[in-house]
């Protein structure tokens, strides 16, 4: 009996559908943090963006996406072309691995050591930063704002010491130039926008302004109703959010 192009197109889908309830499982076991700050759409957003990056790079087996999403929730859905992670690039711009699953085993295992080194037990200097961002947010708002040139790697380093030595002054100058970027192609840009999603990219990674986990970033930035200061505290209101649903307790909601 032959099986019709439409039976196999269905098949398709049922396989992407059961895959993606497998995924929000395995977010929900492992990265809850992120699923009760994101919301269970963006992640389900998020998983089919992880299908098609992971793709690219021939990961194609559910063994290996899963992987490669563990990666994008760790370092931001663009991970594969963030400064701050140079160690991923290398490994997946490698042509020596005899296949796939050898380059993703090594990704997997170079992404781990980075999140300890940079990050703590536990995500303890994550959420030191995240908890300083929440509890002293105007201060830290009011910086940015006022920054001049040179201020905010001072601010960066104050808030996130151990990351932000470790992408060094380089890899801040480059977040510097690709938040002006995205801006630009956004059709909005001064400085005092430019360094609050440069700030943004440090924290949830160079694509944020695409990533389908932050939703609520590209909901502001095409409000075309809000400019200026008031597109700035959309932006910052909504980023606190964000931290604040990150740092709930495992299985506590916001009413």
Partial sequence: MKVSNRQLEELGQIHFRKFTEDMVAHVATWFPEHLAASGEAAVRETIAHC????????????????????????????????PQCAWAQQLLNDRSFPNSTTRINALSEASEKAWLQIQGEDEALLKACFKTLVSDGERI?????????????????????????????????????????????????????????????????????????????????????????ELQRQIWGAAIDHLNRFLLPPQTTIE
Avoid at 56 to 71: E, K, P, S
Avoid at 74 to 82: E, K, L, V
Avoid at 194 to 203: K, S
């Fill in 141 to 229: 708002y009011d910086q940015l704002i006022h920054a001049e040139p040179g201020d905010l790697a001072r601010l960066l380093h104050e808030l996130h010491p151990q990351k932000a030595a470790a992408i060094g002054a380089t890899g801040i100058r480059e977040l510097s130039a690709r938040s002006r970027v995205a801006l630009n192609s956004a059709r909005l840009s001064h400085l005092q926008l430019e360094n609050l999603v440069a700030l943004l990219m440090f924290l949830f990674g160079a694509g944020v302004m695409q990533d389908p986990q932050f939703p609520w970033l590209e909901a502001a930035i095409r409000n075309r109703t809000a400019s200026g200061e």
């Fill in 51 to 82: 299908i098609r990056r992971a793709g690219q790079y021939r990961f194609i087996t559910t063994r290996n996406i899963c992987l490669y999403l563990n990666a994008m929730f760790a370092w931001g859905s663009f991970f594969d072309t963030d």
